[in-house]
Every structure is written in structure tokens, then in C-alpha cells.
């Protein structure tokens, strides 16, 4: 009993060391994002708080935190007040599904929980954007509802092919399935489709729609302020690393404890502010045609032609 009890401890005691990880990872994802925006204008980025600027989010942070918090007279205030802190644990526990090897949860069906966690955050932004009793939240929410719903079975069929290929629901078998070639190399129109899909999920450029500047202020975000905005500030960017993470434990071959894997992690987090940098916003019935028209076609015959060849081989 007192064993048991320790592991629980120990556990526990990892997830906040996860968490914490998560949040500097973040911090400093900001930083990158900042400071390649810069140069790709030909600017400098946050140069000078700290050495080369390595503690501008920290200040930024505090900035935000002490803050005082504004609260807009006609919205629903329970909603307003939580929606952050939900929307924030909710991709927070999206990270406990990560295959360790050691100490912390591993269990078998951890794509499933992947898929029920991002599906729960569409209900956030959609609840938000409703209860604000302002346009462009609304309008942000219903453009955030429609990506996510749509992207998620872009995902999910595009999911389905490596599912097939390993015939598990568990993140640690993708390591040993890609030990002599990667899964990008052998699935390398899904890869792409997965990738792009990806920022679609997570609202970015060029599919950042439900926080579009130039349309809708900012989307349904737009009343947040001081510690709100910076708990949605770093619910996205987390979700924007595990995604990263994701495609990297299911094209580049999976999880191994070595500072290759981690740089194959920046790679891909950096292909998401290039994009950003490079990009214009896509229209919006184009954002829905290429889901409709090309993704799901594509995900679907790939998926047909990974069934036959698993059924060939067995």
C-alpha cells in the first residue's frame, strides 16, 4: 500500500515537472517565433531584455499577470472568467499522453485520448464566443467551431493510416515500427496533408480565422486582457508544440531519449512560424474546399492502399 501510494506520488510529481517543462518550452517558442518574425521583415526581434533578449517572455509574463483584469459588461461572467483557465488545462492534459518510458502515465489508448481532448476544445472557443454577446467573438468562434470540426476528421482519416500500419492505439509502437525508415518516407502526400492540417487545428497562419486581425479585431479573444489573454496566449502555443511532437512521434521515428528528437521537435515548430512568416491568410471557402475536396479524397484512398498492403504482407 505504501508502495502504490509513492508511485501515485511520484507520478504526480512528474506531471508537474512535465507541465513545468511544457510552460518554459513555450516561453521560449514565443521567443523563436519573435525573433524570426523579425529577421524574415528584416527587423530585429526582442533584443534587449536579458542577453539577446532570453528574457523577454519571462517579462512579458509578469507584465501580463499583474495586469488588472477587465470584464466586459454584457457577457456571462462565469464563462468569461474560466474559459482560459479550461481552455489552458485542457491542452495541458493533452501532454500526459506522451510515450515516456519511465514514471509517468503510459497507457495503450492514447490517440483516442488525443482526439477526445482536441474535440472538448472546439466546446471552449464555441462557449466563449457565444456568452461574450459581442460580433466579432461570435463571428471568431463559429469560424474556429466549423475549422476544427471540419480538420478533425482530416486528421483523424489521415490518422488512420498509420493506425493501420501498426494496428495499435499506443505512441510507444510508432519507435519500434520506424526503426529502419521513417513513416515519412513511406506516407509522404499524408505527412504534408497532416502538417497542414495541423495548423488549421491549431488556428494558424495562413488558416487563423478565428482570431483574424484584419476581419475580426481579434477574434474570440478580443475582450481578454492581463492574465486571461496570456493563459490563451499559452494554451495555443502549447498546443502548437504538441502538435510538433506529434508529427515527429509519427513520421520521423518516434520517441527516443536524444537530442536528435528534441532538434527534430524545433525543426517542426520552427516550419509553423516560417509558414507564419511567409504566408497570407487562405479565404475562407477555400480553407473548407481544400478539407473537402483534396484532404479527405486523398486520406481516403491512402487509407484503402495502407489497408491492402497491411492485409498483403500478413
Known amino acids: ?34 525573433s524570426v518574425l523579425g529577421y524574415i521583415q528584416i527587423r530585429k526581434g526582442p533584443n534587449k531584455v536579458g542577453i539577446l533578449g532570453i528574457l523577454q517572455p519571462f517579462s512579458d509574463a509578469i507584465k ?7 470584464f466586459p459588461l454584457y457577457s456571462k461572467y462565469f464563462i468569461y472568467y474560466f474559459f482560459p483557465v479550461g481552455s489552458f488545462i485542457l491542452f495541458l492534459m493533452i501532454w500526459m499522453m506522451i510515450p515516456y518510458y519511465f514514471n509517468l502515465i ?33 463571428l471568431g468562434g463559429l469560424r474556429s467551431v466549423a475549422q476544427t470540426i471540419f480538420y478533425e476528421v482530416s486528421l483523424a482519416l489521415i490518422f488512420m493510416s498509420s493506425i493501420v500500419m501498426i494496428m495499435d492505439f499506443n505512441l510507444v509502437k510508432f519507435v519500434y515500427y520506424q526503426n529502419l525508415i521513417w513513416f515519412f518516407f513511406v506516407m509522404f502526400p499524408l505527412s504534408l496533408c497532416w502538417l497542414s492540417s495541423s495548423m488549421a487545428e ?3 497562419t495562413p488558416f487563423d480565422f478565428a482570431e483574424g486581425e484584419s476581419e475580426l479585431v481579434s477574434g474570440f479573444n478580443v475582450e481578454y486582457s492581463s492574465g486571461g489573454f496570456a493563459l490563451i496566449f499559452l494554451a495555443e502555443y502549447s498546443s502548437i ?16 531519449m536524444s537530442l536528435f528528437f528534441f532538434l527534430k521537435l524545433v525543426f517542426i515548430s520552427f516550419i509553423f512560424i516560417w509558414v507564419r512568416g511567409t504566408l497570407p491568410r487562405y479565404r475562407y471557402d477555400k480553407l473548407m474546399y481544400l478539407c473537402w475536396k483534396s484532404y479527405l479524397p486523398i486520406s481516403l484512398n491512402f487509407l484503402l492502399l495502407y489497408i491492402g498492403v497491411k492485409i498483403f504482407l500478413l
Open 202 to 204: 491549431t488556428n494558424r
Open 106 to 138: 503510459s497507457f495503450n489508448l492514447g490517440i483516442l485520448f488525443f482526439f477526445c481532448c482536441t474535440s472538448l476544445g472546439v466546446y471552449t472557443v464555441m462557449v466563449a464566443g457565444w456568452f461574450f454577446n459581442f460580433n466579432y467573438a461570435l
Open 64 to 70: 501580463l499577470f499583474t495586469k488588472e483584469p477587465t
Open 1 to 34: 500500500m505504501v508502495l502504490f501510494f509513492n508511485d501515485i506520488i511520484m507520478i504526480i510529481v512528474g506531471m508537474l515537472i512535465l507541465i513545468l517543462g511544457v510552460l518554459i518550452g513555450v516561453a521560449f517558442l514565443t521567443l523563436l517565433e519573435r
Open 241 to 256: 508544440l504538441f502538435m510538433s511532437l506529434l508529427f515527429v512521434l509519427i513520421y520521423l521515428g518516434g520517441y527516443n
